[in-house]
C-alpha cells in the first residue's frame, strides 16, 4: 500500500510539472516550425522540423546587440546590487541602528510601487541629466530596484552566522575588511547566490523602463520582442516562438545551475544556528 501511495505522489508530482512545462514545449517545438504549421487547424504534434527560424532571426543585424545588453545590465546590475546589500545587510544585522525594522520595511516598500507610477518622474530625471539611453545609468536604476530585495534575503542570512565569527576575527587581528568578506561572506554564499538568481530574473525580464529610459543603444530582448511582434499585416509567430526560445536559455542555464540554492534562498536564512 506504501509503495502504491509513493508511486501516486510522483506521478501526480511528474504531472504537475508536466503541465507547468507544457507552454514552454509548445514555444520551443513552435521555433521549429513554419509558419503554416503552427496556425494549423488542428495543432500538429508531428511536423518536419526547420531552423530557418534561427536563420531568419540571427540575420537580423540588431540581435546580437539586444542579446548583448540583457546579458550586461542584467550581470552588471545584479553584480552591484548585491555587493551594496550584503555590505548594507551586514550593517543591519551586526550594527543594528536605530529603527532598523522600520528601515527595512523602507526598503522592502520601494519593490511594492508598481512600475507605471514611477515611469514618469524616472523618465524626466533620465532626460534632464542626459542620463538617457545609457548602459551605466540603465544599469544602476536596475542595481536600485534590485538592492532592497537583496538585502532582506541577505540580511536574514547574516543573522544566522553567529557573532561570534565576527569577534573571533577582530581578536586575533583581523580587520572588518578581512571579517567581513574572508569570514562571514563564504558562510552566506547560498544567500549571494540566491539573490543574484531572483534579481537576475527581474532584470532579465524587464521591459517598462529599458523600453522609456532606454534607447536604440540599451534596447534588450524583451524591448525586442515587443517591436518584432508585427510584421506583414500579423503576429509574426515564427520570430516569437524563436526569440523566446533563444531568450529563456539563460535563466534556464542559471536556475538549473544553482536551484539547490534558490530554495534555501526562499526561506531568506530563516534556518540559524550558533557555533
Not at 542559471?254 to 536551484?259: D, V
Amino acid at each position: 500500500m506504501s509503495r502504491l501511495r509513493e508511486w501516486l505522489y510522483y506521478a501526480a508530482l511528474w504531472l504537475i510539472a508536466l503541465i507547468f512545462f507544457a507552454p514552454i514545449a509548445w514555444i520551443v517545438m513552435s521555433s521549429f516550425k513554419t509558419r503554416s504549421d503552427i496556425l494549423a487547424m488542428p495543432p500538429k504534434l508531428f511536423f518536419k522540423p526547420t531552423l530557418d527560424n534561427y536563420v531568419d532571426l540571427f540575420n537580423r543585424g540588431e540581435i546580437f546587440l539586444q542579446i548583448a545588453n540583457s546579458v550586461v545590465l542584467s550581470i552588471g546590475a545584479v553584480l552591484i546590487a548585491v555587493v551594496v546589500s550584503f555590505l548594507a545587510a551586514f550593517c543591519f544585522s551586526r550594527f543594528r541602528p536605530k529603527g532598523t525594522d522600520f528601515l527595512m520595511f523602507l526598503l522592502l516598500s520601494i519593490r511594492m510601487l508598481p512600475g507605471p507610477a514611477v515611469i514618469l518622474p524616472v523618465f524626466l530625471m533620465y532626460v534632464a541629466f542626459g542620463w538617457k539611453d545609457s548602459h551605466l545609468w540603465l544599469m544602476l536604476f536596475y542595481a536600485m530596484f534590485s538592492i532592497p530585495f537583496s538585502v532582506w534575503i541577505l540580511k536574514g542570512f547574516l543573522d544566522g552566522v553567529s557573532t561570534r565569527f565576527d569577534e573571533t576575527g577582530i581578536v586575533n587581528g583581523g580587520s572588518w575588511f578581512h571579517v567581513i568578506f574572508k569570514v562571514v561572506m563564504p558562510q552566506v554564499r547560498p544567500g549571494l547566490i540566491a539573490a543574484f538568481i531572483f534579481n537576475l530574473i527581474f532584470v532579465w525580464n524587464e521591459y517598462l523602463f529599458n523600453f522609456i529610459i532606454g534607447g536604440v543603444n540599451t534596447q534588450n530582448i524583451p524591448y525586442a520582442l515587443s517591436v518584432g511582434t508585427y510584421s506583414d499585416g500579423g503576429v509574426n509567430w515564427t520570430f516569437i516562438s524563436t526569440m523566446t526560445s533563444v531568450y529563456i536559455i539563460v535563466p534556464v542555464v542559471f536556475i538549473y545551475i544553482f536551484q539547490k540554492y534558490l530554495l534555501v534562498g526562499m526561506t531568506f536564512g530563516t534556518v540559524r544556528g550558533e557555533v
